[in-house]
């Protein structure tokens, strides 16, 4: 929806996330103040805390953290439709009736919706019922003189209830399953980097590294002050041992978690039970599918999972300072309202300096690298971003300090050899790559071609090979392995490596293209013209697959269709293979104006480029400007000294001119060449 109606504009994208956190926020105040308290201050008090709190900002920020939100709004309507389908009235024999089915109804339907955009947002039944038997019920349970009757008796007061739990669980079950079937019938794999701890074959490891994630992310919610976008790879050391001191913060959580919970359950009619359940709830149930306690998870701690969770803290927190405004004096209670509005002033201003990192993707990345330093994950992004940057330096030295800090990272090896200028050095980064992951396809693709580079057919064919077996959807490996064999005349092999390739691949562009390429080399232009369109259709501004039509029509001496391709890949990209052609095009049909302005053009552009400055020249002198095409190739010679064609063209000029002193006696006196009359050779995508 947010494409279609405004393409893919950044600025949209973060205002609906902004928009459905605003209304999230609203949302809260209004369930609050109908479920939790009584007055509706402490209600805007809990939504204004959660509307600014830090923690947020990877939601709100990241088009990821969307799914988080959105699951956020459906799980309060949901709770609050399940609020609203359940009695009201005081009925002094039995557990509240259902109101209304179409409520309820209506919250199962929010509750799946919920868990289709988010899986913790299954987690709002078990809240719904929680609620509806510690609240809406424990409203009757003094009514009914349980110690006098017999159990057969309270078991049917209770049958309103137990109705709504069954309907509920059988719902859960039926969306479990079915959410279990559409993910193949399996849970997600995921690697030793993206969660360390559930990896550890030490089972005291795992228990207290993940205990003591919980309280990190208690942390988190308390005193947001160091955040990042990614905690895996060396964020939190795993804890080996008791005496950790880490094991401390565990404790600490554990207590005050017991002492709510102990609370709740002897706390039946004293004030302040109700807040305190529900901010339990609302801040234990939306993580649990997060703690490793039913499945592996694939993150160490995501400051956009704590968003559902961060409801109850912000409950929590504004209930005490509830309770304390209320023990305190006149000078106390001024003192809490200051000190909130304070955390409100200090949450509201890390939220909008943690926003700044998430402008740009060097930000964010940059951020990451100086938060967490020794995080081997956010080197690894930065030098991504710095190799895509063609900042080859910086993301050699960022790429060597993910191996200092993690020296299995394949990915990093293999990105290094792709930087490495030393040939050796990359099939040694190449190798040592594999031999952690020798399933790595990339790195098997790039050994590959690096081989085929150093005429190591045979190996280089064997790597590619396996690269496609590891990974069949790798578009690249096909046409690498296509031209190789290609190359060697097999031309039945490489025509069934590229059929295989775009049934495994349809979308894949560049292998349309190339597939094109190898059908004129072996003599079917006329089938290649459609791979070439497919490319187009694929991808509109695949100017390569336009060069390739514009060349195929000129060696079929279509010119008019030829000018035609060349005219939108030049609208594309100024590039000198897409300028060169062109040019040719129009010099060897006698358009030289259109050449000469061309050719102006991309000498502007591309001033350093000896064949384009030659070419310009040569066109002045067709066009009887010699004094500018002398001036130039005097200038080409002299910055190029070993440039023949130059000094050709100097002396077809004085011939020319008739001034034959000046024709240098070292080079032969010849007619201009013609270097625009280029072979039709088609460009395949690397």
């Known amino acids: 929806m947010n494409v279609y109606l405004w393409g893919l504009d950044p600025f949209y994208f973060h205002m609906v996330n902004v928009v459905l956190h605003c209304l999230v926020s609203a949302l809260l ?165 993206d969660n360390p701890a559930s990896f550890s074959p030490y089972i005291l490891t795992r228990f207290l590294t993940f205990s003591y994630i919980l309280a990190f992310n ?54 302040g039970h109700r807040e305190v359940l529900v ?100 080197h690894y992004n930065y030098a991504n971003f710095l190799k895509d940057q063609n900042r080859k330096e910086e993301a050699i030295n960022h790429y060597k300090t993910v191996l200092s800090l993690y020296k299995q990272h394949s990915s990093a090896l293999n990105n290094l050899g792709t930087l490495t200028t030393n040939a050796t050095a990359a099939e040694e980064y190449y190798r040592k790559a594999l031999a952690i992951s020798p399933q790595h396809s990339r790195a098997l693709f790039n050994l590959g071609n690096l081989l085929r580079t150093q005429g190591r057919n045979e190996e280089a064919e064997l790597r590619l090979k396996e690269s496609i077996l590891y990974g069949p959807y790798f578009a690249d490996a096909y046409s690498s392995l296509g031209s190789l064999l290609a190359d060697q005349k097999r031309q039945q092999e490489a025509e069934e490596v ?34 070439y369109l497919l490319a187009l259709q694929l991808r509109p501004n695949h100017h390569v697959a336009m060069l390739n039509l514009g060349r195929l029509y000129r060696s079929l001496n279509q010119n008019r269709e030829a000018e035609k391709w060349y005219k939108k890949a030049l609208q594309i990209s100024r590039d000198i293979d897409v300028i060169t052609p062109l040019g040719a095009l129009y010099y060897n049909t006698g358009k030289h104006d259109e050449a000469l302005r061309l050719y102006k053009e991309a000498v502007g552009l591309h001033p350093e480029n000896v064949q384009i400055c030659l070419s310009l020249a040569q066109v002045q002198a067709v066009m009887g400007q010699s004094n500018e095409a002398e001036t130039l190739a005097h200038r080409i010679a002299a910055e190029t000294p070993d440039c023949i064609e130059c000094y050709r ?35 395949r995508i690397p």
């Not at 339907?109 to 039944?125: D, P, Q, R, S």
């Not at 940059?366 to 081997?376: C, D, E, F, K, M």
């Not at 590229?498 to 049934?503: C, E, F, R």
């Not at 349809?506 to 079917?524: E, I, R, T, W």
């Open 29 to 193: 105040c209004y369930v609050c103040s109908r479920t939790v308290f009584e007055d509706l201050r402490p209600s805007l008090g809990t939504a204004l805390l959660f509307a600014v709190h830090p923690v947020h900002t990877e939601a709100v920020a990241g088009i990821v953290g969307r799914a988080d939100v959105l699951a956020c709004l459906l799980f309060l309507l949901a709770f609050l439709s399940y609020v609203r389908s359940v009695e009201t009235e005081v009925v002094a024999d039995h557990f509240p009736g259902t109101r209304s089915p179409l409520l309820l109804l209506l919250s199962l339907l929010l509750g799946t919706c919920a868990m289709l955009v988010k899986e913790t947002g299954i987690t709002v039944f078990g809240v719904c019922l929680v609620y509806d038997l510690q609240v809406l019920c424990r409203r009757r349970m003094n009514r009914l003189p349980s110690l006098e009757r017999p159990v057969k008796d309270l078991w049917a007061a209770a049958i309103p209830f137990l109705r709504r739990a069954a309907l509920v669980s059988c719902h859960v079950m039926v969306v479990l399953g079915f959410r279990v079937h559409i993910m193949g019938g399996s849970m997600p794999l995921f690697s030793e980097q």
């Open 218 to 271: 208690a942390c988190l919610l308390l005193a947001p002050i160091t955040m990042c976008y990614d905690w895996q790879v060396g964020s939190i050391p795993l804890l080996h041992s008791l005496w950790d001191r880490r094991n401390l913060e565990t404790l600490v959580l554990l207590v005050v978690l017991l002492s709510l919970g102990l609370h709740c359950l002897v706390a039946r009619k004293r004030t």
């Open 279 to 378: 901010g339990l709830l609302f801040l234990v149930f939306p993580f649990i599918p997060a703690s490793n306690l039913f499945f592996r998870v694939g993150f160490v701690v995501a400051e956009r999972v704590l968003y559902m969770p961060s409801m109850g803290f912000c409950i929590l927190c504004v209930y005490g300072m509830k309770v304390l405004y209320s023990r305190s004096g006149p000078r106390g209670s001024s003192a809490i309202i200051f000190i909130f509005f304070l955390l409100l002033l200090l949450f509201s201003w890390k939220s909008m300096s943690q926003s700044e990192c998430w402008r740009s993707r060097e930000a964010l990345f940059r951020s990451g690298v100086q938060t967490l330093p020794h995080n081997a994950k956010v």
């Open 498 to 531: 590229y059929v295989t390739g775009i049934k495994n691949c349809p979308d894949s562009s560049d292998l349309q293209n190339n597939y094109g390429v190898f059908l004129v080399d072996f003599g079917a232009p006329q089938k290649a013209v459609s791979h």
């Open 649 to 683: 063209l100097l002396s077809a000029i004085y011939s020319k001119q008739e001034k034959y002193t000046k024709v240098n006696i070292n080079q032969d006196s010849q007619p201009v060449p013609q270097p625009h009359t280029q072979p039709t050779i088609s460009l």
